[in-house]
């Protein structure tokens, strides 16, 4: 399914990564953990299209995602969210999430124009309103998504991932700088996309949070794959330790 | 009455150049400072078509959008490397150059002595010839511009400009071609400022450079800006504004020489006071930082 080949990229002197080699479970979810500066983030930029890989190879379903731009690959499923907060913060909750739902997926210039119902826009709304309600922010539907709290910011990108219904979902710390009761319900929301059939990644330096909800961890460090495995042995692994604790 | 006719038909004119530029600067934050240079191709499309002075205006005005449209390409093309305010410099040059050549290429554009003569609109054998029939053209061409601008504005379309517009990366981590969506917006604009244009060289049967200078890019964008780029009036509220103030100074009994300072001082005034009270212009919701 989802494997990076002898992934290679430099920033300057510094290397990033350095030959990764991975190959993804192919549902569950799975956690890459890692000091700071271990390549995580690069990982999931050079996966996204974001960020071009200086050598190897990252495929999915054997396509060969390093020469798909980055909306192609978000096209082929492949959804992810940002480190730092990104949404289209002067428009409404609603219509964040109208622009990330699937049937707007990768939508053309001339369907977005020419085939736009009022039905198709109805249908939309009502997706998205269900799900704002379901996590509690049903009343903040048309609320600008950059007036809304932090915590709440973080959630809004959640399901912005979520309405677009991806095969694989990529989030970059979903739990930092979040309130235990928004944990809480980030994590729902991740084990519901997980028991969906979707294939959830995400990258925490929240150890409850990824043994509660990872099956399969990854540990960077350097740039290099540390350990990979199980959640529960690899966490007690005496390197892993080490590297993460120091 | 023929003077305020002759009015209304120049806000219609500009009301359709401040559209199509809203819905590049209130859409998806590009700032133009080329939309003169459509404004030109329109116009000259129409006055150096003299093949046949039976021309119908929907034919002329076609290929003025149509090659509007794919001189854009030229701007949009480098969006793509060039953003913010390198985009606004990429327009720039555009607008230069677009000024030189018309100035240049004599032999074609008749230089800076520009086209005299230019026969009026002739639409379905009517030809329209006085102030009146010119004032309800350019108002019906505006009002089609308002409408096709709102259409894209409320589709699928619009809401993926406004994600370029704040967060491109947004855009393109929802699956969206951002550059493909920047190309048609610009060529849209840029298609609905050549019908501006035409409807323009008509209704002046007289066209010459200095009307597309970067002056009167900066006007048309000064139009958005003061009425409210994001808003659906505001542009419109823009070229109405700025249309009708010069006009009033002329009933202040000043001098010639003194009533153009006094316009410079009065619009130089209303964009600097905007600035500080209502940068999101006066109907507008979203403030540019």
């Given at each position: 399914m989802l494997r990076v080949h002898n992934l290679r990229k430099t920033f300057g002197s510094v290397v990033?990564?350095?030959?990764v080699s991975i190959s993804f479970p192919s549902r569950g979810c799975f956690a890459v953990i890692g000091p700071?500066?271990?390549?995580k983030t690069t990982l999931l930029n050079v996966l996204t299209g974001f960020v071009r890989a200086d050598a190897g190879r990252c495929t999915y379903r054997n396509i060969?995602?390093?020469?798909?731009l980055p909306h192609k690959i978000a096209r082929k499923g492949i959804a992810r969210t940002f480190q730092e907060v990104r949404l289209?913060?002067?428009?409404?909750c609603l219509d964040n999430l109208l622009l990330a739902r699937r049937a707007e997926l990768g939508k053309t210039v001339f369907r977005a124009i020419f085939s736009f119902t009022a039905e198709n826009e109805r249908a939309g709304k009502f997706e998205a309103s269900t799900l704002l309600h379901s996590v509690g922010l049903g009343e903040k539907a048309?609320?600008?998504?950059?007036?809304?709290s932090y915590g709440e910011q973080k959630l809004l990108s959640l399901l912005c991932v979520q309405i677009a219904r991806p095969e694989v979902a990529l989030f970059d710390?979903?739990?930092?700088?979040?309130?235990p009761m928004m944990i809480a319900i980030v994590e729902e929301q991740l084990k519901k996309l997980s028991d969906g059939g979707c294939l959830v990644g995400f990258i925490e330096h929240d150890m409850g949070a990824v043994s509660r909800l990872a099956d399969h961890v990854i540990v960077m460090s350097n740039g290099k794959v540390l350990a990979e495995g199980a959640t529960g042995p690899t966490l007690s692994r005496s390197d892993v330790l080490e590297a993460y604790i120091g | 009455m023929t003077y305020l006719l002759h009015l209304v038909t120049l806000i219609a004119i500009y009301s359709t150049l401040s559209i199509s530029l809203g819905l590049l600067?209130?859409?998806?934050g590009l700032f133009s400072l080329a939309q003169a240079s459509f404004f030109a191709v329109g116009a000259y499309a129409v006055a150096l078509?003299?093949?046949?002075?039976?021309?119908l205006f929907w034919t002329t005005i076609s290929l003025g959008a149509t090659l509007s449209a794919l001189s854009s390409l030229l701007v949009s093309l480098p969006s793509g490397k060039f953003r913010g305010d390198y985009f606004v410099l990429v327009t720039f040059s555009f607008q230069i150059i677009t000024f030189d050549l018309l100035n240049n290429l004599s032999d074609y554009?008749?230089?800076?002595?520009g086209v005299t003569n230019i026969p009026p609109a002739n639409i379905f054998g009517w030809t329209i010839s006085g102030v009146l029939g010119n004032a309800l053209i350019s108002v019906v061409l505006a009002v089609m511009a308002f409408f096709v601008v709102q259409r894209l504005v409320t589709s699928p379309f619009g809401r993926v400009l406004r994600s370029i517009r704040e967060d491109e990366m947004v855009a393109t981590a929802t699956a969206h071609n951002v550059m493909a969506f920047k190309i048609c917006a610009i060529a849209i604009a840029a298609s609905l400022s050549a019908v501006a244009g035409a409807t323009y060289a008509h209704y002046f049967t007289y066209v010459d450079p200095t009307t597309f200078k970067i002056s009167q890019s900066i006007l048309v964008l000064a139009m958005v800006i003061i009425g409210?780029?994001?808003?659906?009036?505001g542009p419109i509220a823009g070229a109405a504004l700025l249309v009708l103030l010069p006009e009033a100074v002329?009933?202040?009994?000043?001098s010639d020489a003194a009533a153009g300072h006094i316009q410079q001082i009065f619009y130089g005034a209303l964009i600097a006071a905007l600035m500080i009270l209502r940068p999101q212009g006066l109907f507008g919701r979203y403030g540019f930082s």
């Open positions: 990033a990564l350095d030959h700071n500066g271990s390549g060969n995602l390093n020469r798909l289209v913060r002067h428009v409404s048309s609320e600008l998504a950059g007036e809304l710390e979903p739990f930092s700088g979040l309130h | 600067v209130g859409q998806a078509n003299r093949a046949d002075t039976a021309t554009t008749k230089g800076s002595l409210g780029a994001e808003s659906r009036i002329r009933f202040l009994g000043l």
